[in-house]
């Protein structure tokens, strides 16, 4: 299973990028997936998640409301758009397949990562 994330890149503050990630070696639509971040000299942390649908989906607190996750199961890929964004958003982000049809934010519940995209937000 190989994920590749892409569309990382230098922002300025209120603006807007909008990551993807396709998956190979895995149908995508029978599992949960997600992103994570991390910053430099901190641990990596869950921003959101989806389910096998487009149905459920779930951000974390510090997202909620500027980021949207999305799936697009024809194409194995899931997105994630970010809205608004702050210079506390740089960090590397991650996506993530679950080793379930479920989503969650915990770290440990996600079989295969992709290799990372950067994001920089400039204040």
């Known amino acids: 299973v190989q994920l590749q994330a892409s569309g990382g890149g230098l922002v300025q503050t209120g603006g807007s990028l909008r990551l993807s990630c396709a998956a190979s070696?895995?149908?995508?639509?029978?599992?949960?997936m997600a992103w994570f971040r991390q910053a430099p000299g901190k641990e990596r942390e869950f921003v959101a998640g989806?389910?096998?649908?487009?149905?459920?989906?779930t951000y974390s607190n510090t997202v909620k409301g500027r980021f949207t996750i999305s799936k697009d199961n024809a194409k194995n890929t899931i997105a994630l758009q970010m809205y608004s964004l702050k210079p506390e958003d740089t960090a590397v982000y991650y996506c993530?397949?679950?080793?379930?049809?479920?989503?969650?934010?915990?770290?440990?519940?996600?079989?295969?990562w992709g290799q990372g995209t950067q994001v920089t937000v400039s204040s």
């Open positions: 070696g895995r149908t995508i639509s029978g599992y949960g």
């Open positions: 993530a397949t679950s080793t379930t049809r479920c989503t969650t934010n915990r770290q440990v519940d996600y079989a295969y």
């Open positions: 989806i389910g096998t649908t487009a149905l459920y989906t």
